[in-house]
């Protein structure tokens, strides 16, 4: 079936630091991509999408490539900052089809 | 603007207790609304979603249930809360169509004791 399955954290990085958290996916067809971010205590919040392959999304500083070839959509950033601490989920969905598959998330945590 | 709304932000219940989560969605018309549960440290479980007034799909058989009295509200309901029911429980509406995105209310924390 459908999922998503992403690294598990935390991961615990520098401020500065170069981020990547990998999401790879499963799927029959072709679905948009998307990465949701969650702060302490609050809702998901859409961070950036991509909607087909070799699509680029991108936000905040965030980069997410869609890569048909290798089923994945690794989230990165160049250098984090303290307050992009938060768990980041990887997500997909297809057109019409009432249904998110998500990942199992993955915290970040980013040190001064 | 889109706006999502949850109602009550924390909720400490008994167990054997009933139980009334409403979400409501302002800005938009005939959205299709979720119900999702995170447990601690875990990610997102679907419980139930709808299109349209009193059109439920339910993910898990469990003791909880759902219901769309208006195109706006989305209600989550037990009779008898279990321990595990506790959680933090999100609301989420998505336009439909082509622009798909689901965006997520400020949820419910709900501890059953």
């Known amino acids: 079936g459908d999922s998503v399955t992403q690294m598990e954290g935390p991961v615990t990085l520098s401020e500065e630091a170069f981020l990547t958290i990998n999401c790879t996916y499963t799927?029959?067809?072709?679905?948009?991509l998307f990465w949701y971010v969650q702060y302490p205590g609050e809702g998901l919040q859409l961070l950036l999408k991509?909607?087909?392959?070799?699509d680029k999304g991108s936000n905040k500083g965030f980069e997410a490539t869609y890569r048909k070839e290798t089923t994945s959509f690794h989230l990165e950033k160049g250098s984090v900052q303290v307050s992009d601490s938060a768990v980041y989920f990887c997500a997909l969905s297809f057109y019409n089809f009432n249904k998110f598959y998500f990942g199992s998330g993955t915290k970040l945590n980013v040190k001064p | 603007s889109q706006t999502i709304h949850q109602w009550p932000a924390t909720l400490v219940q008994p167990v054997g207790s009933p139980l009334s989560l409403e979400c409501t969605v302002e800005g938009t018309s005939n959205p299709n609304l979720y119900w999702y549960r995170q447990a601690a440290g875990r990610g997102l479980q679907l419980l139930f979603y709808?299109?349209?007034?009193?059109?439920i799909s339910s993910e898990v058989p469990q003791n909880l249930s759902a219901s769309r009295p208006q195109d706006r509200q989305f209600i989550l309901s037990s009779k008898k809360l279990l321990l595990s029911d506790s959680g933090f429980y999100l609301c989420?509406?998505?336009?439909?169509?082509?622009?798909?995105?689901?965006?997520f209310g400020p949820g419910t924390r709900l501890t059953v004791t």
């Open positions: 709808s299109v349209g007034i009193g059109q």
């Open positions: 989420a509406w998505e336009r439909g169509g082509r622009d798909y995105e689901q965006y």
């Open positions: 799927a029959t067809g072709y679905p948009s």
């Open positions: 991509a909607t087909k392959a070799d």
